[in-house]
């Protein structure tokens, strides 16, 4: 096969599913890995694609920066609402929660009712929603503030988390694809990490269009968190793949 047949093999594949492995192409092209990682070279240069660990993903306007929070607030809203009232159930009375910074986490204090629970979080917008409420006691992680997202990171709020212990985190994700939790921003996995790793019951947050999924930084195993909570539109070839790594609340 030709260079030129080679490399519109590749971009035609990762546009369609977003993402390609050289693995996978070296198999159905029956050529070196080498051969793929100089193609996928070639194509970054030329911005066709953008190169990430094992393959490439599609570049568009869309996926190559991070959204806002207010074009966030707006996105999937009703898989929203579903997935932040399973996050509100799995909350009892007398918890000690990490809850992180997102538009679907911000959710969850319309449906707390009149449980009474301490939550932790680095969320200043999920923070002005909570702060006044009586039944719930509410501790805000400072630190460097990133406007975007409006989550403060940082090594004044990793030391603060880290000297932390929780019943459960809840934390969501841009993308989850095989047993990797990816988010857009290094700072804010770190903290993530560090909230997952001090909690009895670790939780990810993600609706369906972030599975299979990824982004920039890899911050945490599927396999060790106890479960994925997410809406019932996953699609049938990404599900049994999520299944193989975690439980899907």
Do not use: W
Request: glycine fraction near 6%; include cysteine; proline fraction near 0%.
């Amino acid at each position: 096969m030709l260079k030129e047949e080679r490399q519109n093999f590749i971009l035609n594949h990762v546009k369609k599913n977003g993402i390609i492995r050289v693995s996978d192409v070296t198999e159905v092209l029956d050529v070196t890995e080498m051969t793929i990682r100089r193609d996928l070279k070639e194509l970054e240069n030329k911005n066709k694609l953008k190169r990430i660990h094992g393959g490439a993903k599609y570049i568009d306007d869309l996926t190559e920066r991070e959204s806002s929070h207010q074009e966030k607030l707006h996105m999937n809203m009703e898989y929203k609402i579903i997935i932040a009232k399973k996050v509100s159930n799995l909350i009892k009375d007398n918890d000690t929660v990490f809850i992180g910074a997102g538009s679907t986490l911000e959710l969850v204090s319309n449906y707390l009712d009149n449980k009474k629970c301490k939550i932790v979080t680095n969320s200043l917008f999920l923070f002005n929603k909570i702060y006044d409420k009586e039944n719930i006691e509410s501790i805000l992680v400072g630190g460097r503030i990133r406007k975007v997202t409006g989550a403060f990171v940082g090594n004044f709020s990793d030391n603060i988390v880290e000297s932390l212990h929780f019943k459960s985190a809840f934390i969501g994700v841009n993308g989850i694809n095989y047993n990797n939790a990816y988010t857009y921003n290094e700072q804010e996995g770190e903290l993530q990490k560090l909230a997952l790793d001090n909690s009895v019951h670790k939780y990810l947050v993600a609706d369906h269009t972030k599975i299979g999924k990824e982004d920039f930084y890899s911050f945490y195993n599927i396999d060790e968190i106890q479960a994925v909570i997410s809406d019932d539109k996953i699609s049938n070839d990404k599900l049994p793949i999520l299944k193989e790594y975690t439980d899907i609340i």
